[in-house]
């Protein structure tokens, strides 16, 4: 009895250990929440401060933003996230860069009309300096 209950605790803890998170994936987690509250609070020194200046930012409809016009549209109102839900989330951590996938859904008012999407995301990030940066992102609507 007690070598079953042995290998049973071995085999959990051999099973938990796979979904432990190491420190880059942590700190890229929450550069994603600091993306996602600057995206439906934005603000134009945590909007700078999250992205690279070479972002590249895909939308579901092919439309590709740079950093200046990704700020832009989310401070004027043009890109206006009521409410971001994200689930699914993975984070692969390859060096310096870091690949996250998600779904979005979100209540929107775009230009003052509300509406709704559900989108599946994909995220480059890149660490410089110590600190997780926007690299690119691209969307494709589910």
Same mark, same amino acid.
């Given at each position: /009895? @007690?070598? %079953? +209950?042995?290998? #049973?605790?071995?085999?959990?803890? !051999?099973?938990?250990?796979? #979904?432990?998170?190491?420190? *880059?994936?942590?700190?890229?987690?929450?550069?994603?929440?600091?993306?996602?509250?600057?995206? !439906?609070?934005? *603000? @134009?020194?945590?909007?700078?401060? %999250?992205?690279?200046?070479?972002?590249?930012? &895909?939308?579901?409809? &092919?439309?590709?933003?740079?950093?200046?016009?990704? /700020?832009?549209? +989310?401070?004027? &109102? =043009?890109?206006? #996230?009521?409410?971001?839900?994200?689930?699914?989330?993975? %984070?692969?951590?390859?060096?310096?860069?870091?690949?996250?996938?998600? $779904? +979005?859904?979100?209540?929107?008012?775009? &230009?003052?009309?509300?509406?709704? $999407?559900?989108?599946? %995301? +994909?995220?480059?990030?890149? @660490?410089?300096?110590?600190?997780? =940066?926007?690299?690119?992102?691209?969307?494709?609507?589910?």
């Amino acid at each position: /009895m @007690k070598s %079953i +209950l042995c290998s #049973f605790f071995l085999l959990l803890a !051999v099973s938990l250990s796979g #979904f432990a998170q190491t420190a *880059d994936e942590k700190a890229v987690a929450a550069a994603v929440e600091k993306l996602k509250t600057a995206m !439906v609070n934005p *603000d @134009k020194n945590n909007l700078n401060n %999250i992205a690279l200046p070479e972002l590249s930012y &895909g939308h579901s409809n &092919g439309l590709i933003e740079n950093k200046a016009t990704f /700020m832009e549209n +989310l401070l004027s &109102g =043009k890109s206006d #996230f009521v409410k971001i839900d994200l689930t699914d989330q993975t %984070i692969k951590v390859v060096g310096n860069t870091a690949l996250v996938r998600h $779904t +979005l859904t979100a209540e929107t008012k775009n &230009g003052g009309v509300p509406g709704t $999407t559900k989108l599946s %995301i +994909l995220l480059i990030w890149q @660490k410089q300096q110590g600190q997780w =940066k926007l690299l690119a992102r691209q969307a494709v609507k589910v």
